[in-house]
């Protein structure tokens, strides 16, 4: 059973459906929850082989609406909200420099059904070692296509990222762990990332799932994607190949269930268009 899954029953079985009320509004705790995982994944930073560290000090900014429904409950669901990181980091093998906190907060210039996640890196022991919240893009419901955009305004070294020890091996982008070889993962030097509608989406793993799923890496909401519709893989050269979607994917304007991947391939799923890219970085 996955992370958000365990979460969302967790909710759904607190003391006399507490968070009955919660569930009616525009803005779900599990889509919230989603969007953490999401800043951890694209904030993600490699100290050495054995450390990645994300951030764990989060503030998630919610329309007057939503936050007037929400606030009563802020303290159960932020508790929740950082057990569901925790599980997940442990689950990616990420680190933290200090305790996890999530907070909700009100902003004027939100609509109703949108949210904005901002995260930085706070230590435990000194303040020495803050980072400033990352600037943080409206998303939520209606969502728009593409799911959830980091909030990093650099895909080079994501805001809210703790300096690199002097020591230390240069960042690969996305957080991930570089790979090499013909067919397997290779991150490397190389950057890779999908656009959609305008939002970029960076591949912080060696595989990108896109789908309509809460679950997906880049969830799309559009009625002609399948939960889990595709899967994109930072092999040398990188492919993408169909999960057993309901209408398929066309891959540079041809039908197929895998095909590779070259800088500025078109990934047709449903009715979205998904441009996969990637440079020397």
Request: glycine residues 12%; positive net charge; charged residues 20%.
């Amino acid at each position: 059973m996955g992370v958000l899954k365990r979460f969302e029953q967790r909710l759904e079985g607190l003391v006399n459906g507490t968070f009955a009320k919660v569930f009616k509004s525009e803005v779900q705790p599990v889509e919230i929850a989603g969007a953490l995982q999401r800043e951890c994944d694209n904030n993600a930073t490699i100290w050495n082989r054995e450390r990645t560290v994300v951030p764990n000090d989060f503030i998630v900014e919610l329309s007057a609406g939503d936050y007037q429904r929400l606030a009563p409950y802020a303290g159960q669901l932020g508790d929740e909200l950082a057990g569901m990181v925790r599980e997940y980091a442990k689950q990616q093998r990420y680190t933290f420099m200090g305790d996890i906190k999530v907070h909700l907060e009100k902003s004027e210039s939100l609509d109703t059904g949108l949210y904005r996640v901002r995260s930085r890196t706070l230590a435990a022991s000194t303040s020495a070692g803050q980072q400033g919240y990352g600037a943080g893009q409206p998303y939520g419901a209606p969502s728009p296509p593409g799911g959830f955009p980091p909030s990093a305004p650099s895909p080079a070294r994501p805001a809210g990222a703790p300096p690199l020890p002097p020591n230390a091996p240069p960042r690969p982008p996305g957080g991930a762990a570089p790979f090499g070889g013909h067919g397997q993962p290779a991150f490397g030097h190389v950057r890779r990332w999908v656009e959609i509608n305008g939002t970029r989406h960076q591949m912080s793993r060696p595989s990108l799932v896109i789908g309509r799923s809460t679950e997906a890496d880049v969830r799309i909401d559009d009625p002609g994607v399948s939960r889990r519709h595709c899967e994109i893989q930072a092999t040398d050269p990188a492919t993408v190949r169909d999960l057993g979607s309901t209408n398929g994917i066309v891959v540079d304007g041809q039908h197929t269930k895998r095909a590779t991947l070259r800088d500025g391939s078109r990934i047709v799923v449903g009715s979205t268009t998904v441009i996969y890219r990637q440079a020397e970085g």
